[in-house]
Nanobody, 113 residues
Framework: QVQLVESGGGLVQPGGSLRLSCAAS????????MGWYRQAPGKQREFVAR???????NYADSVLGRFTISRDNAKNTVYLQMNDLKLEDTAVYYC???????WGQGTQVTVSS
């Protein structure tokens, strides 16, 4: 059974940084596309970033140049380095594994002064 566990969320001031981690189990990690999505209060869940098995990333326009997705196949973990955080980045961040469309439980990121 595929399981994803996110960590690393928290409270940060505008302009600050956070690094999210998503530890995967029950899957052949290196063969999956791994993604990060987020959901702000009252809004739909939206795409943030994705990384392919060979390590090719793509990003939502809203985070391009500020966020970096990476993966460590030896540790079955995908990361999201978030820099220059803005108030509008406040959301619950979810890890996703594809194929299978498995989701983690989410981790809260709050950007506030």
């Amino acid at each position: 059974q595929v399981q994803l566990v996110e960590s690393g969320g928290g409270l940060v001031q505008p302009g600050g940084s956070l690094r999210l981690s998503c530890a995967a189990s029950g899957m052949i990690f290196w063969s999956y596309n791994m993604g990060w999505y987020r959901q702000a209060p009252g809004k739909q869940r939206e795409f943030v970033a994705r990384i392919t098995p060979p390590g090719r990333p793509n990003y939502a326009d809203s985070v391009l140049g500020r966020f970096t997705i990476s993966r460590d196949n030896a540790k079955n973990t995908v990361y999201l380095q978030m820099n220059d955080l803005k108030l509008e980045d406040t959301a619950v961040y979810y890890c996703n594994a594809d194929p299978g469309n498995t989701w983690g439980q989410g981790t809260q990121v709050t950007v506030s002064s």
